[in-house]
């Protein structure tokens, strides 16, 4: 089963609004998680790195205003995507690297947002 | 830092032939060796990775590849293609030690034609 979750799989929201996606590390505690983003018929580009408890690390280029990251807890990091436009329409997938069982990463499932 | 080239962005061939995705990678440190596919709107889905031990691996989906340290190269392949393995194939690569995220090549889209 998935060891890293992620929530909304597809979201459809109006432009001008926030939406919220959610990581969850299901059965380890991730101190750090990493969101990419990817656009259609490209590579996955990194945006942030997620820290348990204190400010992400933002990609040069990445507008932290814009991308909101907290990881309030080792299971649980969330990005808000803030007043969407459609330029934000992408798919973002979040990672965690388990150290132990062989320096294993482990990726979500990926979000599809779409701001229309 | 590392980086990962993925020297063809595109490779058609056609229903069981074989097939090679290549991927070089730069760093100044000890890397493991990763490759993911995607299918169309979909997620990734890891194919094989290299660790350490043989540097022959063998993935899912009858895929292999080779890490060759001297000409760090991780290439990709497959003696027979199906139509279902037409997806984007991603390279990445991320370092022995600490908790940074892998980096991935540009990816090379494989068409199989019938």
């Known amino acids: 089963g998935a060891v890293v979750s992620q929530h909304p799989s597809w979201v459809i929201c109006k432009s001008g609004t926030s939406v919220k996606i959610e990581c969850r590390s299901l059965?380890?505690?991730?101190?750090?998680m990493f969101w990419y983003r990817q656009f259609p018929k490209q590579s996955l580009m990194l945006m942030a790195t997620?820290?348990?408890?204190?400010?992400?690390?933002?990609e040069q280029g990445v507008e932290k205003d814009k991308f909101l990251i907290n990881h309030a807890s080792l299971t649980l990091s969330t990005l808000t995507v803030t007043s969407a436009h459609p330029e934000d329409s992408s798919f973002y997938i979040c990672s965690a690297r388990r150290q132990i069982s062989g320096n294993t990463i482990y990726f979500g499932e990926g979000s599809w947002l779409t701001v229309v | 830092a590392q980086s990962v080239t993925q020297l063809d962005s595109q490779v058609p061939v056609f229903e069981e032939a074989p097939v090679e995705l290549r991927c070089n990678y730069s760093s100044s440190v000890s890397v493991y060796l990763f490759w993911y596919v995607q299918y169309p709107n979909q997620g990734l889905q890891l194919l094989l990775k290299?660790?350490?031990?043989?540097?022959l691996v063998k993935g899912i989906n009858g895929f292999e590849a080779e890490f060759n340290k001297s000409q760090t190269s991780f290439h990709l392949r497959k003696p027979s293609v199906h139509i279902s393995d037409t997806a984007e194939y991603f390279c990445a690569v991320i370092p022995h030690s600490g908790n940074t995220p892998l980096v991935f090549g540009k990816g090379t889209r494989l068409s199989v034609i019938a």
């Open positions: 997620s820290n348990e408890g204190s400010k992400a690390t933002y």
């Open positions: 290299y660790l350490s031990g043989s540097t």
């Open positions: 059965d380890f505690q991730a101190t750090t």
